[in-house]
């Protein structure tokens, strides 16, 4: 898939007229420190080190450089240890700088001139500059930039914005360090530092007013609003500190309830029949199998479904793989759409071959009737399973969790906006249990309790049994077993069919004494049958899933977002 994607890419490249890229380097930028001098007529000579470190073949790196609108950008060049490097310019401001190798690190120092950069106000000069921007497609881990001024300046005003921001540190001599550390790729990060104007005694006022009074005024806006907001991060903090145990309790009460109740309910029931005795209830065996499968409908229930109408002798089989229907009425309705789907829609009305059934769903264009149809078939399952009343009805209690559960996700969200990682943590941890709880839970009736743990027992006995117990059971108990224990994935069950088939395959014939004796011939053949079919059904169940496949890239380099439309970012190829 990532050779596809590569290939995709360099085709799609080639016809908009990009450059060629056939593979994209693998690359990290571990530290990058920018020196910006500024001279006394205005212009600012930047010196720029980068530290790549390549893991894969690499043909050099890429510096894109998006002057502001006005000003101008010129002699751009690129050194290794005072070596030049060959600079490839396209669209005036992305430079290809080649430098060609395989897995090492690298490092670069990139030189050139801004011309216009500096705005000079009547009382002090201003550089407000993007070195990079959101188009940045490369995280530098490291950041550091530096604005030095033409001499020592007794006044230096700095500010920073986004990624930058309350990172400038003013030095004794008047320059500006901004210690940015990580920034990551899509972000701004603009640079703003004005010095006394006396420093550039031979340029003139080129914006009228004046620039301190703005800086510090927007300065004191900085102070109130991080004062603001810290008064407000200690309001949320304390809320939620006191909100969150209170709600936990109150989730933590209401869900004791439920369950205490549930349990009370599960220990109330009274146990009539006998562990190896197949309980006796109102419900059919694909409603018995989805209901002990907690509703979960598998290829293994399709399987056991069909057999349970051969075990009641709505159905024939005819050979390994073919199936006669021989009656249609008194059919419940999922009964009645499983007849339809497999004999009408894909048999010829009477007749269904399992290899019918297989090669209907190899044509495409059939997938989506054969979720229509499971879909139709385990509803209408799952419909009966409501009217039986083994389930406790929580509709409103349910709704109320539901809604309540938003209570934690907004202190969530304000925490968040604060800055309070673990409480923000916490609210979106209680919000999910509660949405669980509320979408999975499901505490069952006293009969729902019957049901579930009469054949649990059963399940059970299942288990501890073997080839000599089996026989032991009468023909109708022996097929009705086999279908539940199909249906629920019973490994005892499945072990047992086996051991039949691997003795049958040995004589190949039917034997007098064996694992199949006193088995009559009807039962083997309807288990070993049903142990083939199944693998069939799951194949074509699993083949007719639903997958999806999720893939983005983005191989593009430019600038234009920072201040002043201007900007950069870095890359590799």
């Known amino acids: 898939m990532y050779k596809f994607i590569l290939t995709y890419a360099a085709v799609i490249m080639i016809i908009v007229g990009l450059p060629t890229i056939v593979k994209a380097a693998d690359y990290s930028i571990e530290e990058v420190v920018i020196h910006a001098h500024i001279q006394e007529d205005g212009s600012v000579y930047v010196e720029e080190t980068f530290l790549y470190s390549f893991t894969d073949e690499f043909n050099g790196i890429i510096r894109t450089l998006n002057p502001k609108e006005g000003t101008t950008i010129r002699d751009f060049e690129a050194f ?9 310019t396209k669209h005036d401001i992305e430079h290809y700088i080649s430098r060609h190798g395989h897995n090492e690190k690298i490092e670069i120092d990139i030189h050139y001139r801004i011309d216009n950069g500096m705005d000079f106000y009547e009382d002090m000069a201003e550089f407000y500059w993007p070195f990079f921007d959101s188009t940045n497609e490369s ?7 530096a604005i030095y001024p033409p001499d020592k300046s007794a006044n230096t005003l700095a500010i920073g914005y986004d990624e930058g921001e309350n990172t400038e540190i003013i030095q004794e001599d008047g320059s500006v360090i901004f210690s940015m550390g990580e920034v990551k790729s899509g972000r701004n990060g603009d640079v703003r530092v004005a010095f006394d104007k006396v420093l550039f005694p031979g ?41 969150l145990p209170i709600i936990g309790l ?5 869900i004791l309830n439920v369950i205490k109740g549930n349990h009370h309910r599960k220990q109330a029931v009274n146990f009539l029949q006998n562990n190896n005795e197949i309980p006796e209830t109102d419900m059919t065996m694909p409603e018995t199998i989805v209901f002990y499968n907690r509703y979960a409908v598998t290829a293994e229930v399709l399987t056991a479904s069909l057999l349970d109408l051969v075990r009641l002798k709505k159905l024939e089989q005819l050979e390994s793989n073919t199936f006669r229907l021989k009656d249609r009425t008194d059919l419940e309705e999922d009964e009645k759409i499983l007849v339809s789907w497999l004999f009408d829609d894909i048999g010829d009305g009477e007749i269904f071959k399992l290899a019918d059934f297989n090669a209907y769903y190899t044509v495409e264009d059939n997938g989506t009737h054969f979720e229509k149809k499971q879909t139709s078939w385990t509803q209408a399952i799952v419909n009966k399973l409501k009217d039986k009343k083994l389930t406790v009805k929580m509709g409103k209690l349910r709704s109320l969790l539901a809604v309540s559960s938003l209570l934690p996700i907004g202190l969530a969200i304000a925490c968040l906006m604060y800055k309070l990682i673990f409480p923000s943590i916490s609210a979106v941890v209680i919000s999910l249990f509660i949405l669980g709880f509320t979408i999975f839970y499901t505490p069952k ?39 539940f224990g199909l249906g629920v994935h019973n490994h005892s069950v499945e072990k047992i069919a086996k051991e039949i088939q691997s003795y049958l395959d040995n004589i190949n014939q039917l034997p007098l004494n064996g694992p199949s004796s006193d088995i009559s011939n009807g039962v083997v053949t309807f288990m070993l049958v049903g142990m083939a079919i199944n693998k069939d059904f ?30 950069g970012g870095s890359g590799a190829f």
């Open 80 to 88: 290794e240890n005072g070596t030049p490097l060959t600079i490839d």
């Open 139 to 145: 995280t530098y881990e490291d950041l550091t930039i």
């Open 203 to 243: 340029v003139s006022v080129t914006k009228e007013g004046f620039l301190e009074t703005d800086i510090r005024s927007e300065q004191e806006e900085r102070a109130d609003e991080a004062a603001t907001y810290a008064a407000r991060q200690q309001i949320i903090k304390h809320t939620a500190f006191i909100a």
């Open 250 to 254: 109150i989730y933590f009460i209401v």
């Open 445 to 483: 009736t006293e009969k729902g309790w019957y049901v579930h743990l009469a054949w649990d027992r059963f399940y059970n006995h299942l288990s501890q049994m073997n080839t000599q117990d089996w026989k032991k059971w009468p023909q109708e108990k022996q097929m009705k077993a086999f279908v």
């Open 538 to 567: 799951k194949r074509t169940v699993s083949a007719n899933e639903s997958a999806g496949l999720d893939s983005n890239g983005n191989n593009s380099i430019g600038g234009g977002t920072g201040v002043g439309s201007g900007g």
